[in-house]
């Protein structure tokens, strides 16, 4: 609407309204998924109109909805490998943080998390508050401070979910040394290696070996 005002005063065919990025998915629990069919609706209804005006009946509205595809897609799994209590609340730590999936610690986003431990049905069912925290040595390390979810053991894997959208591109590789994760593709139920975890060593010895001559 507001593009098609200053069309009008300007004097020309709006010919082109790029809506950027925005198709919001859910990141905590209570939050509901984007309703498609409504939105599609809600699209078309407003399509109809701007083909009724001669000032908008060319219009095309570009939306960029990559993380609405593929944000759910993806998951970044890691280990526990502590658990303690800090003030009369449960701590869990994992093999990897915020250097693997800086999203969390950048935007103040928390990710919704599922333990995927071997836990009784009973344990299941039961949730108590726990931070969910990297190993890093940094108060920013944390995926989420108050996740409800039976407490996972040492040992058991946790899975931060929707990070297929922001997850090793935007985040900080080698951080403080720290190996590089392995990435895995699951089509039709089979699992494939697409990227292997890669240390820190093997990359210095990649990129600088084959710049020094031998002696």
Do not use: N
Not at 120 to 129: L, R
């Amino acid at each position: 609407a507001a593009a098609a005002r200053l069309a009008r005063v300007a004097g020309f065919e709006l010919r082109l309204v790029d809506a950027g990025g925005g198709l919001g998915i859910p990141y905590e629990p209570h939050e509901e998924s984007l309703d498609l069919a409504g939105f599609g609706a809600r699209l078309r209804a407003l399509a109809d109109g701007w083909a009724a005006d001669p000032v908008t009946r060319r219009t095309r509205v570009l939306l960029e909805p990559g993380r609405f595809l593929v944000g759910p897609a993806g998951a970044y799994v890691a280990r526990v490998v502590d658990r303690k209590s800090v003030e009369g609340t449960t701590v869990v730590v994992l093999d990897g943080g915020v250097h693997h999936l800086l999203r969390p610690a950048l935007v103040g986003q928390e990710h919704r998390v599922r333990g995927l431990g071997r836990r009784s049905a009973a344990a299941a069912s039961k949730g108590w508050p726990v931070t969910i925290a990297g190993p890093l040595c940094s108060g920013l390390d944390v995926f989420t401070a108050a996740a409800v979810m039976p407490v996972p053991e040492v040992g058991d894997l946790v899975a931060v979910l929707d990070a297929g959208a922001y997850g090793y591109t935007e985040s900080m590789p080698f951080f403080l040394s720290h190996p590089v994760p392995a990435e895995v593709a699951i089509r039709d139920g089979r699992a494939a290696l697409i990227r292997p975890r890669l240390e820190p060593a093997e990359w210095l010895e990649r990129q600088l070996l084959p710049r020094w001559p031998a002696r």
